[in-house]
């Protein structure tokens, strides 16, 4: 009987053997291009480029006043290793992911993913360049090349705008197999295509001190074949109210409403919206939401409200500690100071972008995330409100079209507030905000025609009209910083923005410094001189004095 065991338990083995290929090199667990799919790659870089933009969005939001940025210094607020997180995220992650699936979708003939990825590989590269300038391309993603050199930014640019024309072809495709998942559109590819296109006015606007011939006649092309995005048309990221794990709810919301605090807001851009121009932005109330309606006398609470303005803001006349007397509770540029217990009484994010609470003066504590839409909010990546804006500028700094500006300026404004409206009133927010405007003696609309008015007349009056025109382009971009960073650079507006508590912080980033993951793994990685090294389509004039 042992005999008779032993011969099957042998017969087994060497049948077991015989039948399998085994190839001790192959790691099972490892996804090859045999057990990838497409479906599922596609998913990762679409979810991947969702958190390179916020990375970078919540930099230039810090960075532009639009929400409060720490640290007294730019140097210490931007070391070596701020941009590690961006850094890994684009070339491990999404430029590797893309690079994996381009075979795959093209034998499948998968002519849709291949037009998203394409898609989100132009935006990825623009945004490297945008935020480090020279970075590694043309050799970065070769298996065998370990030590990859940077390549000119305008190439890397220009590459870029190569991927655009290939993904509108794939877009264009009569026939394609395969049906991705499609984050941001839903499968409608005629807006993907309009997507290309406004990124390619983007391309040419960032070109237009460098070669404005080029970016002139490129824009006029684009605004005679008139298919950019426009109203419906908004590339959004949008988020849901789920808190199972992987939480759907928007970050910020996140952030603010599980147990109050969360980001400080700036005191100089509340100001703009609420003080400023005499009157309320019709968005303010959208923008965040107000714990209290009065200002705190508590020096515990707000530490400035006991102390002098610097010098500095003294002599310029700028707005210091607080924006006004109503409970809009932030922070001043580069202020460095701890948190006090203050998290249930400083101002919140609303209801847009991020999911929140209308602010219908009830002004309650926010901890709680079942409060407001719940943090079913959005990433405003490309809004039709955009274009307008875009081409506000292109009229006036390329054709010196005043009127066209004014005109493009205007529409611009339009757009967003009713796309913010629109949005929200499409939440859970809709009753509060009915509620409130019903008991107001003057609707929406009336407050958005005379906002209107106003810059209207304002604009035709000024002596330095791409000032109004970037200023209402800082206005609309809350909840994007990627695209306020750019419009600073590129234009230096709005005018006399709000300095540092320190008189000398430091180097404003023109760029950011080549961080640590790529720094100490290459060894032809050489770092920038500094934060004030300029990309290659900033010949703006150098130092921080100019962005003031």
């Known amino acids: 009987m042992k005999k008779y065991i032993y011969t099957l338990l042998c017969a087994a083995t ?3 053997a015989s039948s399998c290929d085994l190839d001790l090199l192959d790691d099972p667990n490892a996804v090859t291009a045999s057990t990838a799919n497409p479906d599922f790659i596609l998913n990762r870089i679409q979810l991947d480029y969702r958190n390179f933009y916020q990375g970078l969005s919540n930099s230039g939001m810090s960075l532009t006043r639009i ?6 210094l730019y140097e210490n607020a931007y070391p070596v290793s701020a941009g590690n997180g961006w850094w890994n995220n684009s070339y491990s992650n999404i430029l590797a992911d893309i690079k994996f699936l381009e075979p795959l979708a093209e034998e499948a003939d998968l002519q849709r993913h291949l037009g998203i990825a394409k898609t989100i590989e132009a935006m990825t590269l623009f945004h490297l360049v945008d935020a480090f300038g020279d970075v590694p391309y043309s050799e970065a993603l070769n298996p065998e090349e370990f030590n990859p050199s940077i390549d000119p930014g305008k190439s890397i640019y220009d590459a870029a705008f190569a ?3 290939e993904a509108a072809a794939h877009f264009a495709a009569p026939v ?3 049906s991705p998942n499609d984050y941001y559109y839903g499968r409608d590819y005629t807006k993907w295509i309009k ?9 040419f606007l960032n070109l237009r001190l460098t070669d404005a011939g080029t970016a002139g006649s490129g824009i006029n092309a684009l605004i005679a074949e008139n298919n950019m995005i426009g109203a419906g048309d908004d590339f959004v990221f949008r988020f849901g109210t789920s808190r199972a794990n992987p939480d759907a ?3 910020n919301f996140v952030g603010s409403y599980t147990s109050g605090g969360g980001t400080y807001h700036s005191t100089f851009y509340m100001w703009h919206m609420t003080e400023a121009k005499g009157f309320d932005d019709p968005r303010a109330r959208f923008y965040w939401y107000r714990q209290t309606l009065v200002n705190s006398t508590n020096a515990d609470e707000i530490e400035c409200i006991n102390q002098i ?5 003294l002599s310029g006349g700028y707005i210091y500690c607080l924006p006004g007397d109503r409970g809009y509770w932030g922070r001043d540029h580069l202020d460095p100071d701890g948190v006090p217990p203050d998290g249930l009484r400083r101002t919140m994010w609303g209801i847009y972008p991020v999911g929140g609470r209308f602010d219908d003066d009830s002004a309650a504590p926010v901890n709680n995330p079942s409060l407001g839409a719940q943090g079913e909010g959005i990433y405003p990546i490309m809004l039709a409100a955009y274009v307008d804006f875009m081409l506000a500028e292109a009229a006036l700094e390329i054709n010196g079209d005043a009127a066209a500006a004014k005109n493009y300026m205007l529409s611009g404004i339009q757009k967003h507030m009713e796309y913010v409206t629109d949005f929200a009133l499409a939440t859970a927010e809709s009753g509060a905000i009915n509620d409130f405007f019903d008991s107001q003696g003057s609707s929406l609309d009336d407050d ?14 000024a002596s330095d009209k791409m000032n109004v025109i970037g200023r209402e382009y800082w206005l609309s971009l809350f909840g994007n910083g990627v695209e306020s960073y750019n419009l600073y650079r590129r234009t230096g507006k709005p005018n006399n923005m709000q300095p540092a508590l320190e008189a000398n912080p430091g180097d404003f980033p023109r760029s950011f410094l080549y961080p640590n993951v790529y720094m100490v793994t290459n060894n032809k990685a050489s770092q920038k001189s500094g934060l004030e090294a300029q990309v290659f389509w900033d010949n703006n004039p150098g130092g921080s004095a100019w962005v003031y």
């Open 448 to 461: 958005i025609d005379s906002y209107l008015d106003y810059v209207g007349a304002e604009y035709d009056n």
């Open 249 to 251: 709810r928007h970050p």
């Open 14 to 16: 060497m049948l077991f």
């Open 195 to 203: 997507l290309v296109n406004t990124l390619k006015l983007r391309y």
């Open 67 to 72: 929400v409060n940025q720490g640290s007294a």
């Open 176 to 178: 394609s197999s395969g």
């Open 163 to 165: 991927k655009l024309n």
């Open 309 to 313: 303005a610097p010098p500095h803001y």
